[in-house]
């Protein structure tokens, strides 16, 4: 229909896609192309290791899905930098303890509840 607004909207095509992409910095990573550079199944490991990224003050996320790599912080040094890195792998494998407990406590109480919702019948009460 003439003046609707899908006529006065431009036509998203792969070339007007590309060339959005082309305009962006080089230093701006797709989301996608981190997964499957990486290899990485799970897309929750990527937001997690994006986040990382971000508290440390490496990368900004410009949407959803794409992020731009800063690097490191003005004027800091390599053993600043080394210092950051070290306490960044200590959170690392802190929190990968933390996991490691809750999911066996997760298995526990499934466990746990498989045990009391279990058919009763098969144990008869011998008095």
Same mark, same amino acid.
């Given at each position: 229909?003439?003046?609707?607004?899908?006529? $006065?909207?431009?036509?998203? +095509?792969?070339?007007?896609?590309?060339?959005? $992409?082309? @305009? #962006? @910095?080089?230093?701006?990573?797709?989301?996608?192309?981190?997964?499957?550079?990486?290899?990485?199944?799970?897309?929750?490991?990527?937001?997690?290791? +994006?986040?990382?990224?971000?508290?440390?003050?490496?990368?900004?996320?410009?949407?959803?899905?794409?992020?731009?790599?800063?690097?490191?912080?003005?004027?800091?040094?390599?053993?600043?930098?080394?210092? $950051?890195?070290?306490?960044?792998? @200590?959170?690392?494998?802190?929190?990968?303890?933390?996991?490691?407990?809750?999911?066996?406590?997760?298995?526990?109480?499934?466990?746990?509840?498989?045990?009391?919702?279990?058919?009763? @019948?098969?144990?008869?009460?011998? #008095?």
């Amino acid at each position: 229909e003439p003046g609707s607004p899908a006529e $006065r909207r431009p036509a998203r +095509t792969a070339a007007a896609a590309e060339r959005r $992409r082309a @305009s #962006l @910095s080089l230093d701006v990573f797709v989301f996608f192309q981190a997964v499957r550079i990486l290899n990485v199944g799970q897309k929750r490991r990527i937001y997690d290791i +994006t986040n990382v990224l971000e508290g440390a003050g490496l990368i900004v996320k410009i949407s959803k899905s794409m992020i731009k790599w800063l690097g490191t912080n003005q004027g800091e040094s390599a053993h600043d930098l080394t210092k $950051r890195m070290i306490k960044l792998k @200590s959170q690392l494998e802190d929190l990968e303890h933390q996991e490691f407990i809750l999911d066996q406590h997760k298995l526990w109480v499934e466990q746990s509840i498989r045990n009391t919702t279990e058919d009763c @019948s098969k144990y008869p009460l011998n #008095l």
